[in-house]
Each structure stands twice: as C-alpha cells, then as structure tokens.
Nanobody, 125 residues
Framework: DVQLQASGGGLVQAGGSLTLSCATS????????VGWFRQAPGKERERVSC??????????YYANSVKGRFSISSDNSKNTVYLQMNSLKPDDTAVYYC????????????????WGQGTQVTVSS
C-alpha cells in the first residue's frame, strides 16, 4: 500500500522558517513524483511544489508565490521528501498536504493518485 506521512507543521512568526517532511512507502521512490499542496480556510487547494525524483537528477516545480522562499528536496535513502520554507508570510497559513503519483502532470493538475494527511502551518504576523 502507498502511504504518505506528512509532518513538521506548526506555529511560526512571519519571517520564520519551517521544514515539512513527507515520509513515503509502497512505491518506487526513484521513479515517482511527490508534491506539496496547501489549502487555506475558504480557499481552493493549490500547488506549492513538486519534485520528480530520479537517482542522479531531479526536476522541481514551484508555484510563483513561493519561488525563492521554499525549497523542495528528497532523501532517496529515506524515501522522504522535504519542503524547506523560509521567509514565511501570514498568507502561507494553510493545511499542507503531500501527494504522489508516477506522472508529474497529474500532480500539476491537482489530481495525484495518492494523498497524505495534512499538517497545519500557521504563520502569525
């Protein structure tokens, strides 16, 4: 069974940093794409960042709203994807979800095959 376990959320002041982790199991980590999404109260779920994982190279995607502040990476030995979030803003407050699919385009369409549970990120002003 594919499992995705997100963690690392919390309360942080504006300008601060958090690192989210998505521990995965049940699929060929080096051949899939894993992404982070977020949903704020009253808003639609949106893409944050994705990484197409390969053994020797990976391709990353970032939403314009987080470019230069967030960084996605993977530890292939731990089957885990991280989202380093710096210079956090109150607008970044949301429940953050990780998701996975063999196809990058399905993540970009917000239709990945597998979703993990969310982790709350709250940024105070």
């Amino acid at each position: 069974d594919v499992q995705l376990q997100a963690s690392g959320g919390g309360l942080v002041q504006a300008g601060g940093s958090l690192t989210l982790s998505c521990a995965t199991s049940g699929f060929a980590f080096n051949d899939w794409t894993v992404g982070w999404f977020r949903q704020a109260p009253g808003k639609e779920r949106e893409r944050v960042s994705c990484i197409r994982i390969r053994s020797n190279d990976s391709v990353t995607y970032y939403a314009n709203s987080v470019k230069g502040r967030f960084s996605i990476s993977s530890d292939n030995s731990k089957n885990t994807v991280y989202l380093q979030m710096n210079s956090l803003k109150p607008d970044d407050t949301a429940v953050y979800y990780c998701a996975a699919d063999v196809a990058l385009h399905r993540l970009l369409l917000l239709k990945p095959e597998y979703w993990g549970q969310g982790t709350q990120v709250t940024v105070s002003s």
